[in-house]
């Protein structure tokens, strides 16, 4: 499943990957975002940082 959403989409969008996380016991999400290279420091603080805390592992690929 792919799908490209606005960030209204992306709220309502969380309830249901909640659901199928729940019957699947866990889920692979992949995310793209454009134009993040040119500011690096506000990805760590918006981005890396919060995602560490919640103990969620991720890989950044570059592109």
Same mark, same amino acid.
Request: charged share 25%; proline share 2%; glycine share 6%.
């Given at each position: 499943? /792919?799908? $490209?959403?606005? $960030?209204?989409?992306?709220?309502?969008?969380?309830?249901?990957?909640?659901?199928?996380?729940? $019957?699947?016991?866990? %889920?692979?999400?992949? %995310?793209?975002? /454009?134009?993040?290279?040119a &500011?690096?420091?506000?990805v760590?603080?918006? %981005?890396?940082?919060?995602?560490?805390?919640?103990? %969620? &592992?991720? &890989?950044? $690929? /570059?592109e």
């Open positions: 499943m /792919e799908m $490209k959403l606005s $960030k209204s989409q992306l709220y309502k969008a969380f309830s249901a990957l909640g659901n199928l996380a729940d $019957k699947s016991g866990e %889920i692979t999400v992949t %995310i793209h975002g /454009e134009n993040l290279a &500011d690096a420091t506000w760590r603080n918006a %981005i890396t940082e919060p995602l560490s805390e919640a103990g %969620i &592992d991720f &890989d950044v $690929k /570059e």
